[in-house]
C-alpha cells in the first residue's frame, strides 16, 4: 500500500497546528514517514538527508524530537498508554529501556574461563615440546630413508647393467 505523503503531512500540520488531537496521532505520523523517509524526501520535493529536520520542525511545538518519538512508540506503541503527561511517558520509556538493557546483559551469555593450574600446564608444554621432538626425529628419519632410496636406486641400475653385461657375455661365449 502506498503512502499518501502529503496527506499524512497535512494531517500532522492541522494537528499541530489546531491542538485537535493527542501527541500520539503527531508522532506516530511523524514516525511513519521517517520509516519511509525516500520516497516522502522525494514526494516532497526535500533532500533525505533533511527528512529528520523537516518533521522534527512539526515536534518543536510539543517539546519532543523524532527520537523521543520512536522511543515513546516503541515502549508504547497503543494510543491507550499515552494517557499521561509526556514527560512522564519519555521517562517511563528510558527507565524500561535502560532496564532491558540491563536484562538482556545480565543474560549475556559470558565466555567462562577455565583456569589451569601451573602442573596441568606444564604437562601440556612438556607433551607439546614432545610432540615437537618426534616429528623432528622422523623428518630426520624420513630424510635418511630418501637418501638411502636414493642410493640404492643407483645400486639397483648399477647392477642391471652389470646383469646386462653378463647375460651379454654369457650369450657371446655359448656362441
Sequence with gaps: ???NYKKVEIEIRNLVQNNRTMIYDIASRCVLLLNESDSYANAIGINPDS??????????????????CVLLLKVFPHRE???KPLLDLL?????KVKSDRQIDADNELKPARKTIKRVEFDAVVKERDE????AR???NQLARLLDENEKLKGRIAFLEGRIAELERRSQMVMS
Design 81 to 83: 498508554q499515552w494517557n
Design 91 to 95: 521517562q517511563e520509556a528510558e527507565a
Design 131 to 134: 610432540a615437537k621432538a618426534e
Design 137 to 139: 626425529n622422523s623428518q
Design 1 to 3: 500500500m502506498a503512502t
Design 51 to 68: 527528512v529528520t529536520d523537516h518533521l522534527n520542525g512539526y515536534l518543536r511545538d510539543i517539546a519532543v524530537d523524532l527520537a523521543d
